[in-house]
T-cell receptor, first 115, second 110 residues
Framework: EPEVTQTPSHQVTQMGQEVILRCVPISNHLYFYWYRQILGQKVEFLVSFYNNEISEKSEIFDDQFSVERPDGSNFTLKIRSTKLEDSAMYFC?????????????FGAGTRLSVL | KNEVEQSPQNLTAQEGEFITINCSYSVGISALHWLQQHPGGGIVSLFMLSSGKKKHGRLIATINIQEKHSSLHITASHPRDSAVYICAVMSRGGADGLTFGKGTHLIIQP
């Protein structure tokens, strides 16, 4: 069964460093998402992406964050200057198309630890 | 902004019991997801509903749009069902990102 793949599974970084989290969505999917889950808290929406541009973003997704689909298969989340509070599990998801009946498929997540 | 509430927060049951997890939301939606999260952290989509009822194996999900409420049922529960079950909604009006509940931590004891 096709799946969303995220790498790395765990990323450790120093505060102030840039990190790039990578995702390979399911190949025929057109809508892509990033979510995060701080330890012990609920999952929160960060951003959705379609047709090479952001279609929606939350208030969490500030100027420190950016997303890109550099090569038609990868979908990346970049955090420019990490803060301690960016430590969380980051999930990528993809969906086939816009209609409400389509399910979002999630990757296994990348655990980001900012020291 | 949609508020998603789940109950109970924690549930411990014996193997074989019938399990019900509830979800309510505050604003009309286009669809509701039930998701499962295992201790390793990965999230698996179980169902997406916009009306009525869906069944997959021992799992049944129902939604009442008028009452803004959904339930997830597990029949003949098994220890491998132990996980966090999360309700997430897609609001109307084109917004595509999901709004999540806090989850229900389910433990099925043998």
């Amino acid at each position: 069964e096709p799946e969303v793949t995220q790498t790395p599974s765990h990323q450790v970084t120093q505060m102030g460093q840039e990190v790039i989290l990578r995702c390979v969505p399911i190949s025929n999917h057109l809508y892509f998402y990033w979510y995060r889950q701080i330890l012990g808290q609920k999952v929160e929406f960060l951003v959705s992406f379609y047709n090479n541009e952001i279609s929606e973003k939350s208030e969490i997704f500030d100027d420190q964050f950016s997303v890109e689909r550099p090569d038609g298969s990868n979908f990346t989340l970049k955090i420019r200057s990490t803060k301690l509070e960016d430590s969380a599990m980051y999930f990528c998801a993809s969906k086939e198309d816009k209609i409400a009946k389509n399910i979002q498929y999630f990757g296994a997540g990348t655990r980001l630890s900012v020291l | 902004k949609n508020e998603v509430e789940q109950s109970p927060q924690n549930l411990t049951a014996q193997e074989g019991e019938f399990i019900t997890i509830n979800c309510s939301y505050s604003v009309g939606i286009s669809a509701l997801h039930w998701l499962q999260q295992h201790p390793g952290g990965g999230i698996v989509s179980l169902f997406m509903l916009s009306s009525g009822k869906k069944k997959h194996g021992r799992l049944i999900a129902t939604i009442n749009i008028q009452e803004k409420h959904s339930s997830l049922h597990i029949t003949a529960s098994h220890p491998r069902d132990s996980a966090v079950y999360i309700c997430a909604v897609m609001s109307r009006g084109g917004a595509d990102g999901l709004t999540f509940g806090k989850g229900t931590h389910l433990i099925i004891q043998p």
